[in-house]
């Protein structure tokens, strides 16, 4: 099975953010979206989760498969959006210290599925097993490369990689930025 796609909207504006699970600024962006889609209407926006595996961080391509695994179930991308969430409020149980050390250098990959499992609520391991999975990781990667993209977050607007965006700018900035008014 093919995973859902990680888009939430249905504007005619699309936003594109490039994301990497455990990336302290990927995750600082991912904690707005719900209020982005909020204040810009999800009439007037869409927004597109790209999945941009860094090998810095080291469980990266493992937790970029489940999140993708989770999109593959029957909730698909509301699943999906539990392990971001799971991940980004349990951070530092799936990340290196200084991306080299710590305790997360004993830990396996089951290790890493099963935490993911723990604080999802989703049963993972058969999903991560998926062989179709490999093309769906290969396409974001693709995607990402096709677009210039190397670092996370990166957003992209209407197809146009916008430097200027940034996950430390408010919600607000970034409606300005997109060209929206939030709904009132």
Known sequence: MYPDMLSW?????????????????????????????????????????????????????????????AATLP??????KAVLNAVAQHRELFEFEHHATGPNRDATPNDIIRRIEQYSGLALMKAFANVELEHAIKWQCKYARQ?????????????????????????????ETIGLAPVR
């Open 147 to 175: 677009n210039g993209v190397h670092v996370s977050p990166t957003f992209m607007v209407d197809g146009l990689i916008v430097p200027a965006m940034s996950s430390g700018d408010s919600v607000g900035c970034w409606l």
């Open 9 to 69: 909207g249905r504007g005619s504006r699309i936003l594109e953010v490039f994301l990497e699970p455990t990336c302290p600024f990927s995750v600082k962006a991912f904690n707005k979206f719900d209020q982005l889609l909020s204040e810009a209407g999800e009439d007037n926006l869409t927004l597109k989760i790209r999945l941009q595996s860094q090998p810095w961080h080291l469980f990266s391509g493992v937790i970029v498969r489940c999140i993708l695994a």
């Open 75 to 80: 909730d698909g991308k509301a699943s999906a």
